[in-house]
């Protein structure tokens, strides 16, 4: 597991490294010399300002799903911290931060791990409807400003992707044949993981009664009305903070946008973003969001040149990728979270 990952890692670096080789590095050198050093760290403490809001507001919003269950927010924000910094080295998209946040909150609180998982599951579900209204709001800029129709079909190929997902979830809910399936492939997922290994063994042993309490916990979490509202309000405010940050970023170097651009930017690589190719999706999110900069620009009023581009995302990925690590490193202190105790059987409660 490790090895696999330092080469996927080495496989982002590269990229970002072949990325610089197509720019001219004497603008971004120039664009540096002129940029607006007083005003830097006031931008800087407001994009880690937005940053630390956008992670809080990811816990609330788990806590608003467990709104059923007796746990402590406490320990809801270091898992979900947690959660950022295994998202940002493991390979596997979403599905490497989504188990360990439900693993450390049963090893917290007083919750089972069947409630945990189907909380994680109902908090991810919660956040396609905002990502098909952002899409749908995409679709609107690029429609209305003559960016090429491949812009559009892309965008249309995510929100049916994401259609399909949507009803994966709400199959998981009324057919008990669907949960099974999504767990056994979880078990595979965290079989791989080797501090997981021992408890997906356990989900085999027991598997029929956790699937029952499985869809008993997704069924009381994702039928809830409140749950939904204030789950889908509060996923709409952090994608509201995410295109404030993109923003921001370019501010922060002097650099003028469109927030037309910015809003088809960020919405699309961070649905890229969901798959499972790369370590926080390092490398692919830097030339996909340089490409889409240059593509969308031209037709939104204001130019972005590859260089600029290039230097507003990776202060934008300053925020996204080493802050929230860095955050979850501490958390992980904090919850004295590592390797050789997260192996530890728990015999007490399944």
Do not use: C
Request: net charge positive; hydrophobic share 55%.
């Amino acid at each position: 597991m490790k090895r696999r990952t330092m080469v996927f890692f080495l496989v982002g670096i590269i990229l970002i490294i072949a990325l610089f080789q197509t720019l001219d590095l004497t603008k971004i050198q120039d664009k540096l010399a002129e940029m607006p050093r007083g005003e830097l760290i006031f931008y800087l403490s407001g994009l880690l300002t937005i940053q630390v809001a956008i992670m809080v507001l990811a816990a609330l919003k788990w806590r608003v799903v467990l709104r059923y269950s007796k746990v402590s927010m406490k320990n809801i924000i270091p898992s979900t911290f947690i959660g950022y910094l295994v998202n940002n080295i493991t390979p596997v998209g979403l599905a490497g931060g989504e188990p360990i946040r439900a693993y450390l909150l049963y090893k917290t609180d007083e919750i089972s791990m069947p409630t945990a998982a189907s909380s994680v599951i109902v908090d991810l579900a919660l956040e396609i409807l905002p990502i098909f209204i952002m899409i749908l709001l995409s679709i609107g800029i690029v429609l209305s400003s003559g960016v090429p129709a491949a812009v559009s079909f892309l965008l249309l190929l995510m929100a049916l992707i994401l259609g399909v997902l949507f009803a994966a979830v709400i199959g998981i809910t009324y057919h008990k044949t669907y949960s099974s399936t999504l767990l056994r492939l979880l078990t595979k997922i965290i079989s791989i993981m080797p501090f997981f290994k021992r408890y997906s063994d356990k989900i085999e042993d027991n598997f029929d009664e956790i699937t029952n309490r499985f869809d008993e916990a997704m069924k009381l979490q994702l039928l809830d009305k409140w749950i939904i509202s204030q789950g889908i309000f509060i996923s709409m405010l952090v994608w509201i903070l995410r295109v404030l940050r993109l923003y921001v970023s370019f501010m922060a170097l002097g650099i003028s946008i469109a927030l037309p651009t910015i809003v088809v930017v960020e919405t699309m690589v961070s649905t890229v973003s969901f798959l499972p190719l790369l370590p926080g999706a390092l490398g692919i999110w830097e030339w996909t969001s340089v490409e889409l900069f240059s593509i969308i620009s031209p037709y939104t009023g204001v130019i972005i040149s590859r260089e600029y581009a290039t230097m507003g995302t990776l202060m934008n990925r300053v925020f996204i990728y080493l802050i929230p690590s860095i955050i979850g490193v501490i958390a992980a202190f904090y919850l004295g979270v590592n390797v050789s105790k997260l192996t530890q059987e728990d015999k007490k409660r399944v």
